[in-house]
């Protein structure tokens, strides 16, 4: 099964990892670093850059995007889950419940958490909903402004093109 972006699924999400850190040294158990200096220092003496270490999950829905971590509504105050139906909080996008009716509860995408996982870290057997085209384009657009992102030479590129094209018999 193919992953679609605007789809939602559950997923196997990590958490951030934090000091102290449970370290992988080998074969043997974790081992706990009080702090990413002893990490690094560690490095800088000739060890491994790359490692394993212990990090707290969760199992919960996320959108195919940009992988967005959801939110339930009602972990909301009234008010602000009603700002997020109505489309006025630019951290979150809200999921209209017939769109997604396997999710357990009504939800809004995290715009202001983006998350990347590895595919299979997700539960493809059924999708939970999808967005439409016109959802996706704004979904795109909110996480663009969110993100301050600059997208000025992708625009003059694009302009560009359309005018090459234009131009050309």
Do not use: C
């Not at 999950?57 to 195919?64: D, E, I, N, T």
């Not at 996706?136 to 302009?159: A, C, N, P, T």
């Amino acid at each position: 099964m193919t992953l679609a972006t605007g789809e939602v699924y559950w997923a196997v999400v990590p958490y951030t990892p934090q000091a102290p850190f449970q370290v992988f040294v080998k074969d043997k158990p974790p081992v706990e670093v009080p702090g990413a200096k002893t990490i690094i220092d560690g490095l800088r003496k000739g060890g491994d850059a790359e490692f394993r270490f212990v990090v707290e999950a969760k199992a919960r829905p996320v959108l195919l995007l940009f992988g967005l971590r959801l939110v339930r509504l009602s972990a909301l105050a009234e008010e602000e889950a009603q700002q997020v139906r109505d489309q006025h909080q630019a951290g979150l996008f809200h999921l209209k419940p017939e769109r997604f009716p396997d999710l357990e509860e009504e939800s809004a995408a995290m715009i202001s958490a983006p998350i990347r996982l590895h595919e299979t870290a997700v539960d493809t057997t059924q999708p939970l909903g999808r967005l439409d085209q016109n959802e996706m384009r704004v979904l795109s657009e909110r996480f663009v402004s969110y993100w301050e992102l600059d997208l000025h030479q992708l625009l003059i590129g694009k302009i560009r093109e359309l005018l090459r094209k234009r131009e050309s018999p």
